[in-house]
T-cell receptor, first 117, second 117 residues
Framework: KAGVTQTPRYLIKTRGQQVTLSCSPI?????VSWYQQTPGQGLQFLFE???????NKGNFPGRFSGRQFSNSRSEMNVSTLELGDSALYLC????????????????FGPGTRLTVL | GNSVTQMEGPVTLSEEAFLTINCTYT??????LFWYVQYPGEGLQLLLK?????DKGSNKGFEATYRKETTSFHLEKGSVQVSDSAVYFC????????????????FGQGTILTVHP
């Protein structure tokens, strides 16, 4: 079974631009979570989507948004980029759902490295 | 809220040495516990997990036991190899917390392990 894939792997943007990152979960997984990883703040939870609905959100400004499609693929968007948005953005998928023992085990993609100049 | 604390790093060992990376947690409910490993330039790989007290997760020679009484989940390996050099993250998922827990892993700060030949 193919793992979680993320595109693109690397991005370079300038301040003020916007960016869209894509994530394809493991087949059959309906939950997709997004994380930001930086040397200073570590791994921080952005948001989670399940069946096209955002169920949970971390403490990030509204410039960070996401969505999920009917095939469970997910995108996240960052508008009006700031230098501090430079980070590795990780997507993870899981079987999360009611009555799913072990469904909270998340499997991660390789990440998208975003550099904001 | 939930939190995970890992031992301060980095950890430097010689090949075949014994490894322990300490991890303690605070959770409002009854969490699942995980260890993830991250190699340079890659995403996180699930190393092992445990979902209830006294469960022992194991994989590739690594082990960790879920200790509810001490709220700990220490990672151990009897004989490390150069190829084990990576960053190790302890994490928890607290599904019993309801909506605010959906799809969210809480991570420790990570421990850098370097193994010399």
């Amino acid at each position: 079974k193919a793992g979680v894939t993320q595109t693109p792997r690397y991005l370079i943007k300038t301040r003020g631009q916007q960016v869209t990152l894509s994530c394809s979960p493991i087949s059959g997984h309906r939950s997709v979570s997004w994380y930001q990883q930086t040397p200073g703040q570590g791994l921080q939870f952005l948001f989670e989507y399940f069946s096209e609905t955002q169920r949970n959100k971390g403490n990030f400004p509204g410039r960070f948004s996401g969505r999920q499609f009917s095939n469970s693929r997910s995108e996240m968007n960052v508008s009006t980029l700031e230098l501090g948005d430079s980070a590795l953005y990780l997507c993870a998928s899981s079987l999360e759902g009611p009555g799913r023992p072990g469904g909270d085990t998340q499997y991660f993609g390789p990440g998208t490295r975003l550099t904001v100049l | 809220g939930n939190s995970v604390t890992q031992m301060e790093g980095p950890v430097t060992l010689s090949e075949e040495a014994f490894l322990t990376i300490n991890c303690t947690y605070t959770a409002t409910g009854y969490p699942s516990l995980f260890w993830y490993v991250q190699y340079p330039g890659e995403g996180l790989q699930l190393l092992l997990k445990a979902t209830k007290a006294d469960d022992k997760g194991s994989n590739k020679g690594f082990e960790a036991t879920y200790r509810k009484e001490t709220t700990s989940f220490h990672l151990e390996k009897g004989s490390v190899q150069v190829s084990d050099s990576a960053v190790y993250f302890c994490a928890l998922s607290d599904r019993s917390a309801g909506g605010t827990s959906y799809g969210k892993l809480t991570f420790g700060q990570g421990t850098i392990l370097t193994v010399h030949p």
